[in-house]
């Protein structure tokens, strides 16, 4: 592994510090009172040098939950071909979540993701740019199923179909995640193991024994 130079990690702290000043701001004041001037102010840099690393106050807004989808799919491209569509999605998704924890703290507390999550979802600017992101992540997730899986996204609906389960899934977890009283990491986890499992039962013709 290569060891980041100084400008880097000048760089990477630089960039830490906008999200952790935005995400507080955004959830303190809300999004749409806060300025990317005041962004800057709050960690000594300037507008120009905030726009080299974030193109709009929504980017910053989402640069945490983009970490944590990017090493998703990352997770997801490189799980054994055998593996089916949906044991795929599970075993890449818990097993980001086993990694992920500690380059989120990096970055912000969980307690800031956790507040960022239920801002997010109650600022409509915010939602709108949530959805189109979802939809965004849905197609680049069956496009992967479907080259796993030797097949043409456009010509067979299988992959958008699981896919859409499984993302509905997700929000399903975030969203009660979001209400808990246990808002930890190891929760979220849990939780989203415990949904991705009801998956399969749910899709059965018949719940009545």
Do not use: C
């Not at 599970?90 to 924890?101: E, K, P, Q, S, Y």
């Amino acid at each position: 592994m290569t060891v980041p130079g100084l400008r880097e990690r000048k760089k990477q702290r630089t960039r830490d510090a906008l999200i952790r000043v935005a995400l507080e701001l955004f959830t303190t004041q809300g999004f749409e009172r806060t300025t990317v001037d005041e962004i800057a102010d709050a960690v000594d840099v300037s507008q120009r040098t905030f726009f080299r690393y974030f193109a709009t106050k929504e980017d910053v807004a989402f640069a945490v939950q983009q970490m944590v989808e990017e090493r998703f799919v990352r997770a997801l491209a490189e799980r054994p071909p055998e593996e089916g569509p949906f044991v795929a999605m599970r075993n890449a998704v818990l097993g980001a979540w086993d990694t992920i924890g500690e380059a989120i703290v990096e970055v912000v507390p969980v307690e800031l993701y956790l507040r960022t999550f239920q801002s997010i979802e109650s600022t409509p600017a915010l939602l709108a740019v949530h959805l189109r992101r979802s939809t965004e992540m849905e197609d680049t997730i069956a496009r992967l199923i479907a080259e796993r899986e030797g097949l043409d996204v456009d010509e067979d609906p299988r992959p958008r179909i699981a896919v859409a389960a499984f993302s509905g899934v997700m929000r399903v977890t975030g969203q009660l995640w979001g209400r808990s009283e246990n808002p930890t990491l190891e929760s979220i986890r849990a939780l989203t193991e415990h949904y991705l499992d009801h998956l399969a039962p749910a899709l059965e013709p018949h719940w009545r024994s």
